[in-house]
C-alpha cells in the first residue's frame, strides 16, 4: 500500500508538472548545420507499419509522426549524417507478448519501416527483439566499429519505452566509459501511445523529464 496522501501528493504533482511543462515549451531547437557530420548518426526506432499503421498495437500519435521525421531524414541525408533504422521485429516465442498484445511479428508488413521512410532510405536498418534497441549485437558491433561518432539524434516511439529506455542506456554506457557525447531528443520528434490508464500525454511528458534528469539534451525540434 502506499504511504501517502492523496490530495497533498495530486497537489504537488499538479504543480511539478506545470514546471516540467514550462521547462519543455522553453527548449531551443538545434539545426543540423551545427553538427560535425562525420560524428553524428540519426537513430530511428520503431517507425514501423505495426505501430503506426496496422496491427494491435497502431497509434495515430505515432502516425502523426511521419512527417517530421521524413523531414529530419531528408535534413540528415543533405548534411551527410549517417542514419540507422531500428524495426521491431518478434518470433512466436517472443516473451514481450506477456506484456504486450502480439505484435510486428517477423516477416510480416507490421515488421516493415513505414514506406515513406523506405522511399527516403540511405539507412541501416536494424531489427530488434525487445524493446531495448540498444542491446542489439548488431548496434553493439556498430559502436565499436564507429567510435569517431559523440553526437546521437533519437526520434521515432514510443517515448516512454523504446526512446527513454535506449537513451538512458546509451548514455550510461558512454558514462561508464567517460567518453562526453551528446545524445539529443527532439520532443516534437517522438511520442507515445494512448490506451485505457496509460494517458499518452503525461507519460510522455514525464519520459522526456525522466531523459532529461539522467543527462539527455532535449531540443524543441530540428532545423
Not at 531551443?28 to 499503421?53: C, H, K, Q, W, Y
Not at 540528415?76 to 518470433?91: G, Y
Request: with cysteine.
Amino acid at each position: 500500500m502506499l504511504n501517502l496522501d492523496k490530495q497533498h501528493f495530486l497537489k504537488r504533482s499538479t504543480e511539478t508538472l506545470d514546471l516540467i511543462l514550462n521547462t519543455l515549451e522553453s527548449l531551443p531547437s538545434l539545426n543540423l548545420r551545427d553538427l560535425r557530420s562525420e560524428n553524428t548518426v540519426l537513430i530511428i526506432i520503431d517507425m514501423v507499419n505495426g505501430f503506426a499503421r496496422e496491427g494491435a498495437l497502431q497509434s495515430p500519435r505515432v502516425e502523426a509522426l511521419i512527417p517530421e521525421i521524413v523531414k529530419i531524414s531528408r535534413g540528415c541525408d543533405e548534411n551527410r549524417i549517417a542514419k540507422i533504422a531500428f524495426a521491431d521485429c518478434h518470433t512466436e516465442q517472443s516473451p514481450e507478448f506477456d506484456a504486450y498484445p502480439v505484435h510486428c511479428m517477423r516477416g510480416t508488413s507490421e515488421s516493415m519501416i513505414v514506406e515513406e521512410l523506405r522511399e527516403i532510405g540511405g539507412y541501416s536498418l536494424i531489427s530488434k527483439n525487445s524493446t531495448n534497441a540498444f542491446l542489439e549485437e548488431r548496434f553493439q558491433e556498430w559502436l565499436k566499429t564507429n567510435s569517431q561518432i559523440n553526437t546521437f539524434i533519437i526520434i521515432g516511439d514510443c517515448t516512454d519505452i523504446c526512446i527513454e529506455q535506449f537513451a538512458v542506456t546509451l548514455k550510461a554506457y558512454f558514462n561508464m566509459k567517460n567518453k562526453k557525447v551528446r545524445i539529443i531528443v527532439p520532443i516534437n520528434a517522438v511520442d507515445t501511445y494512448d490506451y485505457a490508464i496509460h494517458n499518452g500525454d503525461l507519460m510522455h511528458v514525464m519520459a522526456l523529464f525522466n531523459m532529461m534528469s539522467n543527462g539527455i539534451e532535449l531540443v524543441s525540434g530540428i532545423e
